[in-house]
């Protein structure tokens, strides 16, 4: 079960700390206090608050296992904006897509923002590391749902994909790997630094596009680093 706070403050605790933006009466029937705040339409007994996911402490087996994570820190809010950008781009390529309803208008207009997302980040995706690339791939997968390689592959040929594929196995990055928090651990920590970064408001995104549960995955990659210590 995830650790999860949820909220719910009823008149007339947080209510008396924020009067200038709130306005209580009571019911005339019920004789319960009712309280509207400023922007709401109706009178309510209760305010409702966010759901708030409190993300658990973090473990390292040793300085030098913190050290890496420091590393992939750096390198993954250095790619995340790519991806991220890569799953916009995508989203507004595929409502695109629908309003056509010519197949050659379709491959001609997908081809043209392939052009394009090539032309605006090629420069900068050349000044990455391989980690850093790998890093991207990942991302764009948990952003978009789909493997870099699947990706490309609807984008242009099938062949266009293998040989980007091909190359990039040259310098130890695939364009096929997936993001799995719960299968690799590496992952499990990325999925930590961009949470944790979401909820500082240091970094902007979309929701992830997979379907996972980053505290079961907590849980697995906690009780591993406990073990290793015991040994």
């Known amino acids: 079960m995830n650790v999860k706070l949820l909220f719910i403050i009823?008149?007339?605790?947080?209510?008396?700390?924020?009067?200038?933006?709130?306005?209580i009466?009571?019911?005339?029937?019920?004789k319960t206090q009712l309280i509207k705040v400023k922007g709401d339409a109706f009178f309510?007994?209760?305010?409702?608050?966010?759901e708030i996911?409190?993300?658990p402490k973090l473990k390292f087996k040793d300085h030098w296992a913190r050290k890496r994570?420091?590393?992939?820190?750096?390198?993954?809010?250095?790619?995340y904006p790519y991806a991220n950008l890569a799953a916009e781009r995508?989203?507004?390529l595929n409502e695109r897509l629908k309003m056509l309803k010519r197949?050659?208008?379709?491959?001609?207009y997908a081809k043209k923002v392939q052009k394009y997302i090539e032309g605006e980040f090629s420069a900068e995706l050349k000044k990455l590391t391989r980690t850093e690339g790998q890093i991207l791939v990942k991302l764009i997968h948990r952003q978009t749902g789909t493997t870099t390689f699947e990706l490309v592959k609807e984008l242009r040929s099938g062949w266009r994909a293998f040989w980007y594929n091909t190359t990039a196995s040259m310098f130890n990055i695939s364009l096929k790997v997936e993001y799995n928090p719960l299968a690799n651990e590496e992952d499990y920590l990325i999925e930590d630094i961009l949470l944790r970064n979401f909820e500082d408001s240091k970094i902007e995104g979309l929701k992830?596009?997979?379907d996972f549960d980053f505290f079961e995955a907590h849980r697995k990659w906690s009780k591993k680093i406990i073990n290793e210590n015991r040994e």
């Open 10 to 23: 009823c008149f007339p605790f947080l209510l008396l700390s924020q009067e200038e933006n709130q306005t």
């Open 25 to 30: 009466v009571q019911d005339s029937i019920s």
């Open 44 to 50: 309510s007994s209760q305010i409702d608050l966010k």
């Open 53 to 55: 996911e409190l993300l």
């Open 69 to 79: 994570y420091l590393i992939l820190r750096r390198k993954t809010l250095k790619v």
């Open 90 to 92: 995508l989203q507004t």
């Open 103 to 108: 197949k050659s208008d379709k491959k001609s």
């Open 208 to 210: 992830t596009a997979l």
